[in-house]
């Protein structure tokens, strides 16, 4: 069983940029579709991007579209999530999720991390 845990949440303005780093351990990190999901407060988890296991293939929410952008580096287990042009309606708590062979697009994953928060305010 793979086990993934985040970092690089925090504050940002309006406008600024921040990078989510997700690593993995204890499983073929090069075997799993790593995604990106998100929970705002009062809200369901949502979908923000998920990769395949080679980086060939991507896929994104249409409210994150042309400014985040997900990739992957098979050598250091590692998933990351570049947002730039963050708004306010990104503040939530972003988790990182494995599955293995395909790309995770619903909630129906086989692993998760533990979270990071990121909140967008002046």
């Known amino acids: 069983q793979v086990h993934l845990v985040e970092s690089g949440g925090g504050l940002v303005q309006p406008g600024g940029s921040l990078r989510l780093s997700c690593v993995a351990s204890?499983?073929?990190?090069?075997?799993?579709?790593m995604g990106w999901f998100r929970q705002a407060p009062g809200k369901e988890r949502e979908f923000v991007g998920g990769?395949?296991?080679?980086?060939?293939?991507?896929s994104y929410a249409d409210s994150v579209k042309g400014r985040f952008t997900i990739s992957r580096d098979n050598a250091k287990n590692t998933a990351y999530l570049q947002m730039n042009s963050l708004k306010p309606e990104d503040t939530a708590v972003y988790s990182c999720?494995?599955?293995?062979?395909?790309?995770?697009?619903?909630?129906?994953?086989?692993?998760w991390g533990q979270g990071t928060q990121v909140t967008v305010s002046s």
């Open positions: 999720a494995a599955r293995k062979l395909i790309v995770p697009l619903t909630l129906k994953n086989d692993a």
């Open positions: 204890g499983g073929t990190f090069s075997t799993y579709g």
């Open positions: 990769i395949n296991w080679s980086g060939s293939i991507t």
